[in-house]
């Protein structure tokens, strides 16, 4: 089946540094991944959708300096988490879908545990 | 504008009884409906699915969800609960078509099986 991995699964970084989280589609072209992000005991709330080739789309409320996702190819999008403070840590999953595929199509990467020290 | 509501955080069954996890949604438009599941520190496993056709859909696992409309869920269900059932289940919903792989996710439920 289709498999989105994701990469890395854990990080941990000091304050004030950049993180880049990778999220690959392995065995279908990915037109659209989209970026949740999951505090401990809640759900999963939607960061953005990018689709590639274009700039990404965010949720209100969603810094797009601070949370800078890109979709260079078919294949695979970034997260970098810029300037991260504490308040960011948190699980990030993204997901990966081709939309001309239909519903089928959304798959979800094992997510990345980011840890703000 | 799209919502889930799934009532009840926690629940807790016995090895063998019936789970029940409930889930409401609300949908200005003819919705897609997905539970989810998930074990810790990993992503999500698609269980089933409705979109269009049967209402009752049967997924992996022995789960299944009944769309009704006239009351807006998408309860799931299995008939005897097994010890790897304890997770965390999720009810999302999509706009169908048009937008329909932005899922919006309910609070989730944390499924607890007890010998």
């Known amino acids: 089946g289709a498999v989105v991995s994701q990469h890395p699964s854990r990080v941990i970084c000091k304050s004030g540094t950049s993180v880049k989280i990778e999220c690959r589609s392995l065995?279908?072209?990915?037109?659209?991944m989209f970026w949740y992000r999951q505090f401990p005991k809640q759900s999963l709330m939607l960061m953005a959708t990018?689709?590639?080739?274009?700039?990404?789309?965010?949720e209100q409320g969603v810094e797009k300096d601070k949370f800078l996702i890109n979709h260079a190819s078919l294949t695979l999008s970034t997260l970098t988490v810029t300037s991260a403070h504490p308040e960011d840590s948190s699980f990030y999953i993204c997901?990966?879908?081709?939309?001309?595929?239909?519903?089928?199509?959304?798959?979800f990467g094992n997510g990345t545990r980011l840890t703000v020290t | 504008a799209q919502s889930v509501t799934q009532l009840g955080s926690h629940v807790s069954v016995s090895e063998g009884a019936l789970v029940l996890l409930r889930c409401n949604y609300s949908?200005?438009?003819?919705?897609?409906l997905f539970w989810y599941v998930q074990y810790p520190n990993q992503g999500l496993q698609l269980l089933l699915k409705?979109?269009?056709?049967?209402?009752l859909v049967k997924g992996i696992n022995g789960f299944e969800a009944e769309f009704k409309k006239s009351e807006t869920s998408f309860h799931l269900t299995k008939p005897s609960a097994h010890m790897s059932d304890a997770a965390e289940y999720f009810c999302?919903?999509?706009?169908?078509?048009?937008?329909?792989?932005?899922?919006?996710f309910g609070a989730g439920t944390r499924l607890a099986v007890h010998p």
């Open positions: 997901s990966a879908s081709n939309s001309a595929t239909g519903v089928n199509w959304v798959h």
């Open positions: 065995d279908f072209q990915a037109t659209t």
């Open positions: 990018s689709n590639e080739g274009s700039k990404a789309t965010y």
């Open positions: 949908s200005s438009v003819p919705p897609y």
């Open positions: 409705y979109t269009t056709g049967a209402t």
């Open positions: 999302a919903v999509s706009p169908g078509s048009g937008g329909y792989n932005k899922l919006i």
